[in-house]
């Protein structure tokens, strides 16, 4: 028997998952921080915290794993691949390869191997592949290089919006009084005092007020959403058309708490749909239900030359329950 080990490692949470080529899950594990662009050291020590309770939960060896693949958010350039090969080697497995978390949820929300996937939590990316195996990715450095939304931005969005309705700059919104009383001020006046003494951050978690304003048809809310939407559908059309897919039939995977947790009324979705349906009329948007970590075994079995039917998926799948997300 065969024993392969995805690893998708995030900003807040790192997730390990063990299973063998029939796709049945042996064991899990979990760490904190796995980004090093955040803190190097402490993305290494979870790697290691999540590795090894799954290797210690499976009852297996390191040698034993066929092949490991690791989806690492921050692994974009060749400067982060250099951070992250010693990281990995380290860890002391004997074949592993090492990508951008994007492929992995791409993998794990499409039953091809090949398409688009967009990744909306506390930050956006975009990337893709075609059937040529040609890959692409748009953005995913943050605003200032060009990127729009996510938690961290659309929480600016929401803090500038509530200040320029107070002095009339803005429709009023009932945001306003949804934040001061989430941040414990008693006045949006009193807030943009302390803010201007202060310098303080503004939490991503904000950015969840705008979906149950949108839902109540606040007009600020839906507006920001849809600029979202927009944002993330331009990014898809640019990735398409850098790789020449507008005659393709393909997945557009919508992956990250945003799209898949926060945009219940569809705004976000219907926004993207509107922006990417000229450009691919045969790309269907499809909403991650896998957890990415299990795109991440995918693509070990398949580096392996293990062939992953709907069969495997299903049982990768229900392994994921060990994770207690």
Request: hydrophobic letters at 35%; a negative charge; one cysteine or more.
């Amino acid at each position: 028997m065969k024993y392969f080990l995805g690893v998708d490692a995030g900003g807040s949470k790192t997730y390990a998952m063990i299973a063998n080529e029939q796709g049945t899950v042996i064991g899990v594990g979990k760490g904190g921080n796995g980004n090093h662009q955040n803190n190097r050291e402490q993305a290494e020590n979870s790697l290691q915290q999540a590795v090894s309770g799954a290797i210690i939960a499976s009852g297996l060896t390191k040698d034993q794993m066929e092949y490991s693949w690791f989806g690492l958010a921050g692994a974009d350039r060749e400067s982060d691949f250099r951070i992250l090969r010693p990281i990995i080697s380290r860890l002391g497995l004997p074949r592993t390869e090492i990508s951008c978390d994007t492929w992995i949820a791409l993998r794990s929300g499409t039953e091809s191997n090949y398409g688009i996937v967009l990744i909306c939590g506390s930050g956006v990316n975009c990337a893709g592949k075609n059937p040529r195996g040609v890959t692409y990715q748009c953005g995913g450095f943050g605003y200032r290089f060009g990127d729009y939304g996510g938690g961290y931005d659309l929480s600016i969005e929401v803090f500038r919006s509530v200040l320029r309705a107070d002095d009339g700059r803005e429709k009023e919104t009932v945001l306003s009084e949804r934040l001061i009383h989430l941040l414990g001020y008693s006045s949006v006046s009193e807030l943009r005092e302390d803010y201007l003494d202060h310098s303080r951050d503004l939490s991503p978690q904000i950015a969840e007020l705008l979906f149950q304003a949108a839902d109540e048809g606040d007009q600020v809310a839906i507006g920001l959403l849809t600029k979202q939407g927009d944002e993330l559908g331009l990014a898809a059309v640019s990735t398409i058309l850098h790789l020449a897919m507008e005659e393709d039939s393909f997945d557009i995977v919508l992956a990250g708490s945003l799209l898949t947790k926060g945009d219940r009324s569809g705004i976000i979705r219907r926004a993207i749909e509107q922006r990417v349906k000229h450009s691919a009329p045969n790309g269907t948007l499809r909403i991650l239900t896998r957890e990415p970590v299990v795109g991440a075994v995918v693509l070990a079995m398949e580096s392996s030359g293990v062939r992953v039917n709907q069969e495997v998926l299903d049982r990768l799948s229900l392994g994921k329950e060990g994770l207690l997300l």
